[in-house]
Nanobody
Framework: QVSLVESGGGLVQAGGSLRLSCAAS????????MGWFRQAPGKEREFVAA???????YYANSVNGRFTISRDNAKNMVYLQMNSLKPEDTAVYYC????????????????????WGQGTQVTVSS
């Protein structure tokens, strides 16, 4: 498994931006797809974005065009740049690592991932 630590959450006004970071250690990070999920109070954890090891990306419809996922394999880091934030983006955001090393398709189901960070809170005020 991969050890993951998120950072960068906080309180921001609607329309603002935040950049989340995820530091990874263990396993073969450079060939592991990574994803971001979020969970709002009273709701299930939902997919936000994912990036595979050849830098293909996929986004949930709700964030497409506003969020950008990226990775730096030299630093074992994954990022989520969030722009034009809305109150409905308020949630705890989790970084996750694919359970399959070298997968070409982009994972997007919770069951595709077997390593999770502790989460970072993002609050968007109206």
């Amino acid at each position: 498994q991969v050890s993951l630590v998120e950072s960068g959450g906080g309180l921001v006004q609607a329309g603002g931006s935040l950049r989340l970071s995820c530091a990874a250690s263990g396993r073969t990070f450079s060939r592991t797809a990574m994803g971001w999920f979020r969970q709002a109070p009273g709701k299930e954890r939902e997919f936000v974005a994912a990036i595979n090891w050849i830098l293909n990306t996929y986004y949930a419809n709700s964030v497409n065009g506003r969020f950008t996922i990226s990775r730096d394999n030299a630093k074992n880091m994954v990022y989520l740049q969030m722009n034009s934030l809305k109150p409905e983006d308020t949630a705890v955001y989790y970084c996750a690592a694919d359970k399959v090393v070298g997968r070409i398709s982009i994972p997007r189901e919770r069951t595709d991932f077997d390593s999770w960070g502790q989460g970072t809170q993002v609050t968007v005020s109206s």
